[in-house]
């Protein structure tokens, strides 16, 4: 064989373990972008049957084929709820489109009657058709509450009955709990409705100026829609 054979061979068996490993690594960069622009699927949304600010019926059913958000909240809620509503109405004028609506649980249904619920409608200023204020039986709400992972206090125990989570989920058109990816690669599962100190969501602050997960929602519903 001559040298100059010799030579490429040589250069041939060293280019082509360099070509397969760039390859792999570019690979794995296309994936992990991929990843990180993805949507999680958390479960399938729990069935539900409540009665809405007009008296109407809503089911997950209902809102099949709409990107939608559910938080459980009470309209008297001196705290977090006034909060979360005013991040819901910012969230639902950005997005403004007919297939995304917003599921408001009452954990106080001997208070929040389908009247009540339609003058805070009115009172906060929610025009959509899309966003149903809920009520019904409390152990039934509780059970659900339970069902979405979010965290609402026992109705048993007075003190803690109308303590609440303000955690929001992400549900996709077919029914589908969804969620974005933590800077670890680690599904957060559910998204904040609240204010925060700090630009990264660490502090919570009801007269806090950031709201991080506010924009992130905004990003994840368009994903959704599309």
């Known amino acids: ?12 068996k060293i280019m082509i373990p360099v070509v397969v490993f760039g390859l792999i690594f570019l690979g794995i960069g296309i994936g992990m972008r991929y ?3 993805s949507l ?4 399938k949304i729990p069935d539900f049957e409540l009665t809405d600010q007009n008296n109407k019926k809503i089911t997950n059913k209902d809102m099949l084929g709409k990107v939608y958000l559910v938080e459980f909240f009470f309209s008297q809620c001196p705290t977090i709820c006034p909060v979360m509503n005013t991040n819901m109405k910012a969230i639902e004028k950005e997005i403004n489109d007919n297939d995304f ?3 408001s649980i009452s954990i106080d249904p001997q208070n929040d009657t389908p009247e009540i619920l339609r003058r805070h409608a009115a009172r906060i200023g929610v025009k959509s058709s899309n966003w149903h204020f809920l009520t019904g039986d409390r ?4 059970n659900l509450a339970d069902n979405f992972n979010i965290y609402v206090g026992d109705e048993e ?10 955690m929001i989920a992400l549900v996709d058109k077919d029914g589908n709990i969804r969620c974005r990816y933590n800077k670890d690669n680690t599904p957060i599962l559910y998204y904040s409705g609240l204010n925060y100190e700090d630009p990264e969501g660490k502090i919570p602050k009801l007269t806090g100026k950031y709201h991080p997960d506010r924009e992130t929602l905004i990003e994840d519903i368009r994903k959704l829609l599309k």
Request: glycine share 12%; charged share 25%; proline share 0%.
């Open 1 to 12: 064989m001559s040298k100059n054979k010799k030579t490429a061979n040589t250069k041939l």
């Open 139 to 142: 152990t039934y709400i509780g």
């Open 157 to 166: 125990d007075e003190g803690e009955s109308l303590n609440h989570s303000g």
């Open 101 to 103: 609506g917003i599921i």
């Open 40 to 43: 999680y699927t958390v479960m």
């Open 35 to 37: 990843f990180k622009k």
